[in-house]
Protein backbone atom coordinates (compact mmCIF):
# COMPACT_ATOMS: atom_id res chain seq x y z
CA UNK A 1 0.00 0.00 0.00
CA UNK A 2 1.62 3.37 -1.63
CA UNK A 3 -1.02 5.39 -0.94
CA UNK A 4 -4.51 5.12 1.58
CA UNK A 5 -7.70 7.84 1.28
CA UNK A 6 -9.41 7.80 4.78
CA UNK A 7 -13.02 7.97 4.66
CA UNK A 8 -13.86 9.37 8.04
CA UNK A 9 -13.35 13.00 9.38
CA UNK A 10 -11.96 14.89 12.43
CA UNK A 11 -9.66 12.98 15.27
CA UNK A 12 -9.69 9.45 13.87
CA UNK A 13 -8.45 10.81 10.05
CA UNK A 14 -6.09 12.88 11.83
CA UNK A 15 -4.99 9.47 14.22
CA UNK A 16 -4.93 6.97 10.46
CA UNK A 17 -2.95 9.80 8.57
CA UNK A 18 -0.29 10.01 11.33
CA UNK A 19 0.40 6.66 11.41
CA UNK A 20 0.19 6.45 7.43
CA UNK A 21 2.72 9.49 7.00
CA UNK A 22 5.01 7.58 9.87
CA UNK A 23 4.95 4.27 7.83
CA UNK A 24 6.17 6.32 4.59
CA UNK A 25 2.42 6.38 3.09
CA UNK A 26 0.75 8.72 0.50
CA UNK A 27 -2.61 9.74 2.30
CA UNK A 28 -5.36 10.98 1.18
CA UNK A 29 -8.40 12.91 2.53
CA UNK A 30 -11.84 13.09 2.12
CA UNK A 31 -14.42 16.02 3.21
CA UNK A 32 -17.67 17.77 3.05
CA UNK A 33 -18.46 21.29 2.69
CA UNK A 34 -18.28 21.76 6.53
CA UNK A 35 -14.99 20.55 6.69
CA UNK A 36 -12.94 22.69 4.34
CA UNK A 37 -10.18 24.20 6.47
CA UNK A 38 -10.58 21.21 9.11
CA UNK A 39 -6.49 19.79 10.32
CA UNK A 40 -7.09 16.28 8.24
CA UNK A 41 -7.99 18.03 4.88
CA UNK A 42 -4.66 20.33 6.04
CA UNK A 43 -2.71 17.05 6.80
CA UNK A 44 -3.49 15.25 3.79
CA UNK A 45 -1.20 14.63 1.14
CA UNK A 46 -4.20 15.20 -1.34
CA UNK A 47 -7.87 15.76 -0.23
CA UNK A 48 -10.87 15.99 -2.35
CA UNK A 49 -14.16 17.69 -1.53
CA UNK A 50 -17.32 15.03 -1.94
CA UNK A 51 -20.19 17.46 -0.89
CA UNK A 52 -22.38 19.27 1.19
CA UNK A 53 -22.14 19.08 4.58
CA UNK A 54 -24.74 16.25 5.93
CA UNK A 55 -23.00 12.70 5.98
CA UNK A 56 -25.56 11.45 3.47
CA UNK A 57 -24.34 13.39 0.90
CA UNK A 58 -20.76 13.29 1.43
CA UNK A 59 -19.19 11.12 4.38
CA UNK A 60 -21.73 7.97 3.61
CA UNK A 61 -21.29 7.89 -0.24
CA UNK A 62 -19.25 5.17 -0.45
CA UNK A 63 -19.56 4.58 -4.65
CA UNK A 64 -17.92 8.74 -5.01
CA UNK A 65 -15.79 7.21 -2.22
CA UNK A 66 -14.65 4.34 -4.23
CA UNK A 67 -14.34 6.56 -7.63
CA UNK A 68 -12.16 9.23 -6.04
CA UNK A 69 -9.87 6.21 -5.17
CA UNK A 70 -9.91 4.70 -8.96
CA UNK A 71 -8.66 8.74 -10.03
CA UNK A 72 -6.30 8.89 -7.47
CA UNK A 73 -4.85 5.69 -7.41
CA UNK A 74 -5.66 4.87 -4.16
CA UNK A 75 -4.71 1.44 -2.99
CA UNK A 76 -6.50 1.01 0.56
CA UNK A 77 -9.05 2.62 2.38
CA UNK A 78 -9.06 3.29 6.04
CA UNK A 79 -12.98 3.70 7.06
CA UNK A 80 -11.94 5.00 10.48
CA UNK A 81 -14.88 4.25 12.84
CA UNK A 82 -19.10 5.22 12.11
CA UNK A 83 -19.60 6.37 8.80
CA UNK A 84 -18.88 3.77 6.65
CA UNK A 85 -17.04 1.67 8.93
CA UNK A 86 -19.16 -0.97 9.49
CA UNK A 87 -20.87 -1.29 6.33
CA UNK A 88 -20.38 -4.51 4.50
CA UNK A 89 -21.51 -3.15 1.16
CA UNK A 90 -18.93 -0.79 1.32
CA UNK A 91 -15.99 -2.96 2.09
CA UNK A 92 -17.31 -5.07 -0.42
CA UNK A 93 -17.53 -2.78 -3.13
CA UNK A 94 -13.59 -2.36 -2.49
CA UNK A 95 -13.03 -5.71 -2.37
CA UNK A 96 -14.45 -6.10 -5.69
CA UNK A 97 -12.94 -2.65 -6.54
CA UNK A 98 -9.52 -4.29 -5.78
CA UNK A 99 -9.02 -1.70 -3.41
CA UNK A 100 -7.84 -2.90 0.04
CA UNK A 101 -10.17 -2.36 2.57
CA UNK A 102 -8.30 -1.46 6.02
CA UNK A 103 -10.66 -3.56 7.97
CA UNK A 104 -12.56 -7.07 8.48
CA UNK A 105 -13.86 -8.61 5.04
CA UNK A 106 -17.78 -7.86 4.35
CA UNK A 107 -18.85 -11.81 5.18
CA UNK A 108 -17.76 -10.36 8.89
CA UNK A 109 -18.71 -7.61 9.08
CA UNK A 110 -22.47 -8.83 7.86
CA UNK A 111 -22.38 -11.66 10.72
CA UNK A 112 -21.57 -9.72 13.72
CA UNK A 113 -24.29 -6.87 11.78
CA UNK A 114 -26.75 -9.12 13.48
CA UNK A 115 -26.67 -10.23 16.89
CA UNK A 116 -28.39 -13.65 15.91
CA UNK A 117 -26.11 -14.24 13.27
CA UNK A 118 -23.29 -13.48 15.70
CA UNK A 119 -25.06 -16.08 17.95
CA UNK A 120 -25.08 -18.77 15.77
CA UNK A 121 -21.88 -18.02 14.39
CA UNK A 122 -20.27 -18.60 18.06
CA UNK A 123 -22.68 -21.80 18.86
CA UNK A 124 -19.21 -24.17 18.47
CA UNK A 125 -17.01 -22.00 20.00
CA UNK A 126 -17.92 -22.76 24.13
CA UNK A 127 -18.57 -18.83 24.25
CA UNK A 128 -20.29 -17.81 27.83
CA UNK A 129 -24.18 -16.44 26.48
CA UNK A 130 -26.46 -14.66 28.53
CA UNK A 131 -29.65 -17.19 29.28
CA UNK A 132 -31.77 -16.34 26.47
CA UNK A 133 -33.45 -17.54 23.44
CA UNK A 134 -31.02 -17.32 20.18
CA UNK A 135 -33.25 -16.96 17.60
CA UNK A 136 -36.25 -14.32 16.43
CA UNK A 137 -38.60 -14.20 18.80
CA UNK A 138 -42.69 -13.17 17.04
CA UNK A 139 -45.19 -15.69 19.21
CA UNK A 140 -45.75 -13.87 22.98
CA UNK A 141 -46.74 -17.22 24.24
CA UNK A 142 -43.16 -18.18 23.47
CA UNK A 143 -41.63 -15.11 24.75
CA UNK A 144 -43.64 -15.33 27.54
CA UNK A 145 -42.46 -19.54 28.04
CA UNK A 146 -38.92 -18.04 27.08
CA UNK A 147 -39.06 -15.23 29.88
CA UNK A 148 -40.64 -17.98 32.78
CA UNK A 149 -37.58 -20.52 31.89
CA UNK A 150 -34.96 -17.72 32.47
CA UNK A 151 -36.96 -15.20 35.09
CA UNK A 152 -37.66 -11.77 34.52
CA UNK A 153 -36.69 -9.14 34.52
CA UNK A 154 -35.66 -10.10 30.24
CA UNK A 155 -34.33 -8.22 27.93
CA UNK A 156 -35.84 -7.96 24.10
CA UNK A 157 -33.04 -7.05 21.79
CA UNK A 158 -33.33 -6.28 18.29
CA UNK A 159 -31.43 -8.44 16.08
CA UNK A 160 -30.44 -5.63 13.71
CA UNK A 161 -29.70 -3.63 17.11
CA UNK A 162 -26.47 -2.68 18.93
CA UNK A 163 -25.35 0.66 20.98
CA UNK A 164 -28.58 -0.34 23.02
CA UNK A 165 -30.79 0.76 20.26
CA UNK A 166 -34.06 -1.23 20.21
CA UNK A 167 -33.69 -2.52 23.60
CA UNK A 168 -37.07 -3.09 26.08
CA UNK A 169 -36.47 -4.56 29.99
CA UNK A 170 -39.63 -6.29 30.83
CA UNK A 171 -39.96 -6.83 34.64
CA UNK A 172 -43.41 -9.07 34.78
CA UNK A 173 -45.58 -11.46 32.53
CA UNK A 174 -48.20 -8.56 32.30
CA UNK A 175 -45.86 -6.50 29.92
CA UNK A 176 -44.42 -8.83 27.79
CA UNK A 177 -47.02 -8.56 24.68
CA UNK A 178 -46.87 -4.78 24.64
CA UNK A 179 -43.06 -4.47 25.17
CA UNK A 180 -42.47 -6.93 22.28
CA UNK A 181 -44.69 -5.40 19.89
CA UNK A 182 -43.36 -2.27 20.45
CA UNK A 183 -39.78 -3.35 20.25
CA UNK A 184 -40.99 -5.28 17.10
CA UNK A 185 -42.54 -2.57 15.47
CA UNK A 186 -39.22 0.07 16.53
CA UNK A 187 -36.59 -2.53 15.47
CA UNK A 188 -38.49 -2.78 11.73
CA UNK A 189 -38.76 1.04 11.41
CA UNK A 190 -34.90 1.85 12.80
CA UNK A 191 -33.72 -0.89 11.29
CA UNK A 192 -35.84 -2.57 8.19
CA UNK A 193 -36.01 -5.86 10.32
CA UNK A 194 -38.50 -6.54 13.17
CA UNK A 195 -36.36 -9.49 14.07
CA UNK A 196 -36.45 -9.30 18.25
CA UNK A 197 -34.69 -11.99 20.87
CA UNK A 198 -34.95 -12.30 24.17
CA UNK A 199 -32.25 -12.14 26.91
CA UNK A 200 -32.18 -12.07 30.89
CA UNK A 201 -31.25 -8.97 31.62
CA UNK A 202 -28.35 -8.47 33.70
CA UNK A 203 -29.21 -5.93 36.22
CA UNK A 204 -25.92 -4.15 37.03
CA UNK A 205 -23.43 -5.26 34.90
CA UNK A 206 -19.88 -3.64 33.69
CA UNK A 207 -18.75 -3.61 30.01
CA UNK A 208 -16.10 -5.35 29.52
CA UNK A 209 -14.46 -5.32 25.95
CA UNK A 210 -11.67 -7.11 24.39
CA UNK A 211 -9.26 -5.65 21.89
CA UNK A 212 -8.21 -8.52 19.26
CA UNK A 213 -5.69 -8.58 15.98
CA UNK A 214 -6.22 -10.94 13.18
CA UNK A 215 -4.41 -11.20 10.28
CA UNK A 216 -4.48 -13.22 7.52
CA UNK A 217 -2.21 -15.84 8.17
CA UNK A 218 -4.72 -17.64 10.49
CA UNK A 219 -2.53 -15.98 13.71
CA UNK A 220 -5.53 -14.01 16.48
CA UNK A 221 -4.29 -12.27 19.37
CA UNK A 222 -6.02 -10.42 22.04
CA UNK A 223 -4.77 -7.17 23.54
CA UNK A 224 -6.50 -7.43 26.79
CA UNK A 225 -9.71 -5.63 28.30
CA UNK A 226 -10.88 -2.06 28.26
CA UNK A 227 -13.35 -0.92 30.96
CA UNK A 228 -16.28 0.90 29.47
CA UNK A 229 -18.85 0.80 32.14
CA UNK A 230 -18.80 4.76 32.67
CA UNK A 231 -21.39 5.50 30.28
CA UNK A 232 -24.64 7.62 29.89
CA UNK A 233 -27.50 6.78 27.48
CA UNK A 234 -24.90 4.36 25.27
CA UNK A 235 -22.17 7.15 24.92
CA UNK A 236 -18.95 6.33 26.61
CA UNK A 237 -17.85 8.62 28.43
CA UNK A 238 -14.39 6.97 30.18
CA UNK A 239 -12.96 4.04 29.39
CA UNK A 240 -9.71 2.01 30.82
CA UNK A 241 -7.21 -0.33 30.47
CA UNK A 242 -6.98 -2.76 32.16
CA UNK A 243 -10.07 -3.13 34.22
CA UNK A 244 -9.66 -2.86 37.98
CA UNK A 245 -12.02 -6.20 38.71
CA UNK A 246 -9.81 -8.55 36.05
CA UNK A 247 -7.68 -11.79 37.77
CA UNK A 248 -5.20 -12.79 35.30
CA UNK A 249 -7.27 -15.86 35.33
CA UNK A 250 -10.66 -14.18 34.13
CA UNK A 251 -8.43 -11.92 31.67
CA UNK A 252 -7.09 -14.84 29.65
CA UNK A 253 -10.35 -16.79 29.76
CA UNK A 254 -12.07 -13.50 28.18
CA UNK A 255 -9.12 -13.19 26.01
CA UNK A 256 -9.04 -17.16 24.77
CA UNK A 257 -12.89 -16.24 24.42
CA UNK A 258 -12.64 -13.02 22.31
CA UNK A 259 -10.02 -14.77 19.77
CA UNK A 260 -12.64 -17.12 19.64
CA UNK A 261 -15.20 -15.08 18.93
CA UNK A 262 -12.66 -13.46 16.10
CA UNK A 263 -12.18 -17.22 14.89
CA UNK A 264 -16.12 -17.72 13.92
CA UNK A 265 -16.51 -15.29 11.11
CA UNK A 266 -12.74 -15.62 10.10
CA UNK A 267 -12.08 -12.52 11.63
CA UNK A 268 -9.32 -10.17 9.94
CA UNK A 269 -7.86 -6.86 11.12
CA UNK A 270 -8.76 -4.54 14.70
CA UNK A 271 -12.02 -5.62 16.11
CA UNK A 272 -13.21 -5.55 19.67
CA UNK A 273 -15.22 -8.45 21.13
CA UNK A 274 -18.04 -6.79 24.03
CA UNK A 275 -19.14 -8.74 27.18
CA UNK A 276 -21.26 -7.95 29.93
CA UNK A 277 -19.74 -9.02 33.51
CA UNK A 278 -22.17 -9.53 36.00
CA UNK A 279 -21.80 -8.88 40.15
CA UNK A 280 -19.83 -12.50 40.61
CA UNK A 281 -18.02 -11.61 37.66
CA UNK A 282 -19.64 -14.23 35.25
CA UNK A 283 -18.78 -13.29 31.44
CA UNK A 284 -20.89 -13.02 28.75
CA UNK A 285 -20.43 -12.44 25.11
CA UNK A 286 -22.94 -9.69 23.93
CA UNK A 287 -21.12 -8.58 20.36
CA UNK A 288 -18.44 -8.05 18.34
CA UNK A 289 -17.43 -4.45 16.85
CA UNK A 290 -15.68 -4.86 13.29
CA UNK A 291 -13.65 -1.86 13.23
CA UNK A 292 -11.47 0.48 15.16
CA UNK A 293 -13.14 1.98 18.28
CA UNK A 294 -12.85 4.87 19.79
CA UNK A 295 -11.32 4.01 22.85
CA UNK A 296 -8.56 1.82 21.07
CA UNK A 297 -5.81 4.73 22.61
CA UNK A 298 -5.83 3.42 26.29
CA UNK A 299 -5.17 -0.16 24.66
CA UNK A 300 -2.20 1.22 22.61
CA UNK A 301 -1.10 2.96 25.85
CA UNK A 302 -0.76 -0.30 27.81
CA UNK A 303 0.49 -2.28 25.16
CA UNK A 304 2.85 0.03 23.18
CA UNK A 305 1.42 -1.42 20.03
CA UNK A 306 0.39 1.10 17.41
CA UNK A 307 -2.89 -0.36 16.34
CA UNK A 308 -3.16 1.28 13.08
CA UNK A 309 -0.28 0.16 12.07
CA UNK A 310 -0.95 -2.92 12.42
CA UNK A 311 -4.05 -2.86 10.24
CA UNK A 312 -2.11 -1.70 7.61
CA UNK A 313 0.13 -4.26 7.82
CA UNK A 314 -2.40 -6.70 8.10
CA UNK A 315 -4.51 -5.63 5.16
CA UNK A 316 -0.76 -5.90 2.41
CA UNK A 317 -1.06 -9.03 3.81
CA UNK A 318 1.67 -9.46 6.69
CA UNK A 319 1.63 -11.33 9.46
CA UNK A 320 1.65 -10.14 13.23
CA UNK A 321 5.40 -10.24 13.77
CA UNK A 322 4.65 -11.04 17.66
CA UNK A 323 2.84 -13.74 20.23
CA UNK A 324 0.74 -13.49 22.15
CA UNK A 325 3.37 -14.28 24.66
CA UNK A 326 5.20 -11.22 23.76
CA UNK A 327 1.88 -9.25 25.01
CA UNK A 328 2.06 -7.20 28.60
CA UNK A 329 0.07 -5.24 30.23
CA UNK A 330 2.74 -2.11 31.19
CA UNK A 331 0.65 0.29 33.14
CA UNK A 332 -2.79 2.38 33.17
CA UNK A 333 -4.57 4.07 30.86
CA UNK A 334 -7.75 6.55 30.83
CA UNK A 335 -9.73 8.44 28.23
CA UNK A 336 -12.00 11.06 28.47
CA UNK A 337 -14.08 11.61 25.61
CA UNK A 338 -14.54 15.10 25.52
CA UNK A 339 -17.91 16.41 23.77
CA UNK A 340 -19.03 19.49 22.91
CA UNK A 341 -22.33 19.49 25.21
CA UNK A 342 -23.44 21.50 28.49
CA UNK A 343 -23.01 18.36 31.25
CA UNK A 344 -25.08 21.29 33.87
CA UNK A 345 -27.98 21.37 31.45
CA UNK A 346 -28.46 17.98 30.98
CA UNK A 347 -25.72 17.46 27.98
CA UNK A 348 -27.80 19.07 25.56
CA UNK A 349 -25.66 20.32 22.55
CA UNK A 350 -23.14 22.94 22.79
CA UNK A 351 -22.77 24.64 19.68
CA UNK A 352 -20.42 27.52 18.65
CA UNK A 353 -16.41 28.39 17.44
CA UNK A 354 -13.48 27.56 19.76
CA UNK A 355 -12.30 31.00 20.88
CA UNK A 356 -9.65 29.72 22.79
CA UNK A 357 -8.56 25.93 22.25
CA UNK A 358 -5.38 24.85 24.62
CA UNK A 359 -4.53 21.26 25.25
CA UNK A 360 -2.63 19.91 28.04
CA UNK A 361 0.92 18.78 27.03
CA UNK A 362 3.54 16.56 28.39
CA UNK A 363 4.66 13.03 29.45
CA UNK A 364 1.88 10.73 28.98
CA UNK A 365 -0.64 12.88 27.79
CA UNK A 366 -2.34 12.09 24.84
CA UNK A 367 -4.46 14.41 23.05
CA UNK A 368 -6.49 12.85 20.03
CA UNK A 369 -8.26 16.04 18.27
CA UNK A 370 -9.31 17.16 15.11
CA UNK A 371 -10.32 21.01 15.59
CA UNK A 372 -8.37 24.17 16.35
CA UNK A 373 -8.48 27.73 18.20
CA UNK A 374 -10.80 29.43 16.09
CA UNK A 375 -12.89 26.63 14.08
CA UNK A 376 -16.66 26.73 14.38
CA UNK A 377 -17.78 23.33 15.33
CA UNK A 378 -20.09 22.21 12.86
CA UNK A 379 -24.11 20.67 14.35
CA UNK A 380 -23.85 18.03 11.20
CA UNK A 381 -21.73 15.26 12.84
CA UNK A 382 -20.84 13.37 16.41
CA UNK A 383 -20.24 15.87 18.79
CA UNK A 384 -16.92 14.44 20.23
CA UNK A 385 -14.43 17.34 20.37
CA UNK A 386 -11.46 15.15 21.77
CA UNK A 387 -9.97 12.71 23.25
CA UNK A 388 -8.10 12.92 26.53
CA UNK A 389 -5.67 10.32 27.12
CA UNK A 390 -3.64 9.99 30.31
CA UNK A 391 -0.99 7.20 31.42
CA UNK A 392 0.41 6.19 35.15
CA UNK A 393 2.03 3.06 36.40
CA UNK A 394 -0.88 2.80 38.00
CA UNK A 395 -4.42 3.76 38.04
CA UNK A 396 -3.77 6.16 40.97
CA UNK A 397 -1.37 7.65 38.81
CA UNK A 398 -3.55 7.83 35.60
CA UNK A 399 -6.89 8.87 37.10
CA UNK A 400 -4.24 12.08 38.89
CA UNK A 401 -2.90 13.09 35.84
CA UNK A 402 -6.38 12.94 33.84
CA UNK A 403 -7.33 15.42 36.65
CA UNK A 404 -4.13 18.04 36.09
CA UNK A 405 -4.80 17.36 32.07
CA UNK A 406 -8.28 18.63 32.96
CA UNK A 407 -7.09 21.35 34.08
CA UNK A 408 -5.03 22.55 32.10
CA UNK A 409 -7.12 22.02 29.00
CA UNK A 410 -8.57 25.30 28.15
CA UNK A 411 -11.61 25.14 26.07
CA UNK A 412 -13.71 28.48 25.31
CA UNK A 413 -16.58 29.35 23.24
CA UNK A 414 -18.84 25.59 23.81
CA UNK A 415 -19.34 23.56 26.77
CA UNK A 416 -17.59 20.85 27.24
CA UNK A 417 -17.93 17.43 29.73
CA UNK A 418 -13.55 18.55 30.77
CA UNK A 419 -15.62 19.51 34.16
CA UNK A 420 -17.95 16.46 33.90
CA UNK A 421 -14.74 13.99 33.32
CA UNK A 422 -13.50 15.57 36.46
CA UNK A 423 -16.23 14.89 38.86
CA UNK A 424 -16.49 11.19 37.52
CA UNK A 425 -12.16 11.22 37.90
CA UNK A 426 -12.48 12.12 41.87
CA UNK A 427 -15.80 10.60 42.99
CA UNK A 428 -15.51 7.75 45.27
CA UNK A 429 -17.56 5.03 43.31
CA UNK A 430 -14.69 5.43 40.73
CA UNK A 431 -11.32 6.07 41.98
CA UNK A 432 -12.40 2.87 44.30
CA UNK A 433 -13.14 0.86 41.19
CA UNK A 434 -16.26 -0.25 42.87
CA UNK A 435 -19.11 0.96 39.79
CA UNK A 436 -21.07 -0.71 37.31
CA UNK A 437 -23.26 0.81 33.79
CA UNK A 438 -25.59 2.49 36.06
CA UNK A 439 -22.32 4.97 37.26
CA UNK A 440 -23.53 8.04 35.67
CA UNK A 441 -27.52 7.60 36.11
CA UNK A 442 -26.55 6.83 40.07
CA UNK A 443 -24.21 9.61 40.97
CA UNK A 444 -24.20 12.26 38.71
CA UNK A 445 -26.74 15.26 38.48
CA UNK A 446 -25.88 18.67 37.29
CA UNK A 447 -26.25 20.45 41.23
CA UNK A 448 -23.73 18.21 42.31
CA UNK A 449 -21.39 19.21 39.53
CA UNK A 450 -22.21 22.80 40.43
CA UNK A 451 -21.41 22.32 44.21
CA UNK A 452 -17.95 20.35 43.56
CA UNK A 453 -16.92 23.79 41.39
CA UNK A 454 -17.84 25.70 43.92
CA UNK A 455 -16.12 23.83 46.74
CA UNK A 456 -12.80 23.91 44.28
CA UNK A 457 -12.75 27.27 43.84
CA UNK A 458 -12.84 27.65 47.87
CA UNK A 459 -10.18 25.61 48.31
CA UNK A 460 -8.49 27.31 45.38
CA UNK A 461 -8.72 30.84 47.01
CA UNK A 462 -7.62 29.61 50.37
CA UNK A 463 -4.91 28.28 48.78
CA UNK A 464 -4.45 31.39 47.17
CA UNK A 465 -4.42 33.43 50.74
CA UNK A 466 -2.63 31.28 52.22
CA UNK A 467 0.69 31.51 49.80
CA UNK A 468 -0.06 35.52 49.94
CA UNK A 469 0.77 35.22 53.62
CA UNK A 470 3.62 33.13 53.02
CA UNK A 471 5.27 35.48 50.43
CA UNK A 472 4.23 38.78 52.91
CA UNK A 473 6.78 36.66 55.41
CA UNK A 474 9.33 36.35 53.03
CA UNK A 475 9.15 39.56 52.27
CA UNK A 476 8.94 41.06 56.16
CA UNK A 477 12.69 40.05 56.61
CA UNK A 478 14.41 43.09 56.90
CA UNK A 479 18.27 41.96 55.82
CA UNK A 480 19.79 39.82 54.09
CA UNK A 481 23.33 39.33 55.74
C1 LIG B 1 -27.60 -6.15 28.05
C2 LIG B 1 -27.72 -5.59 29.34
C3 LIG B 1 -28.17 -6.39 30.35
N1 LIG B 1 -28.52 -7.67 30.10
N2 LIG B 1 -27.94 -7.42 27.85
C4 LIG B 1 -26.45 -2.13 25.77
C5 LIG B 1 -25.71 -1.95 24.52
C6 LIG B 1 -25.66 -3.25 23.86
N3 LIG B 1 -24.35 -3.50 23.36
C7 LIG B 1 -26.04 -4.23 24.89
N4 LIG B 1 -26.45 -3.50 26.05
C8 LIG B 1 -26.84 -4.14 27.17
N5 LIG B 1 -27.17 -5.44 27.01
C9 LIG B 1 -28.39 -8.15 28.86
N6 LIG B 1 -28.76 -9.41 28.64
C10 LIG B 1 -27.36 -4.27 29.52
C11 LIG B 1 -26.94 -3.50 28.43
C12 LIG B 1 -26.62 -2.15 28.71
C13 LIG B 1 -25.32 -1.69 28.62
C14 LIG B 1 -24.26 -2.49 28.21
C15 LIG B 1 -22.98 -2.01 28.13
C16 LIG B 1 -22.72 -0.68 28.47
C17 LIG B 1 -23.74 0.12 28.85
C18 LIG B 1 -25.04 -0.34 28.93
C19 LIG B 1 -26.06 0.50 29.35
C20 LIG B 1 -27.33 0.02 29.43
C21 LIG B 1 -27.61 -1.29 29.10
Same mark, same amino acid.
Given at each position: MKKILVANRGEIAMRVMRTAKKMGIKTVAVFSEADRNTPHVLFADEAVCIGPAPSNQSYLLGDKIIEICKELNVDGIHPG? !? $????NADFAELAEKNN? !? $?????SHAIRIMGNKLAAKEAVKNYDIPMVPGIDKAVTDVKIAVETAKEIGFPILIKA???????GMRVVENESEVKEQMERAISEATSSFGDGSVFIEKYITSPRHVEIQILADSHGTILHFFERE?????RHQKVIEEA??????PELRDKMGKAAVNVARSCDYLSAGTVEFLLDENHNFYFLEMNTRLQVEHPVTEFITGVDLVEQQIRIARG??????QDDLKIKGHAIELRVYAEDSLNNFSPSIGTLNKYQIPIGKNIRVDDGFREGMEIP???????SKLITYGENREEAIQLMIEAIDNYTIEGVETTLQFGKFVCKHEAFTSGN???HFVKDYYNADMLKKQQEVEAKIAASIALQLYKEEQEILKIPTLK
Open positions: Y !G $FLSEI !G $FIGPKAAGGGGKCSIQRPSSVLTEAISFTIYYDPMLFDT
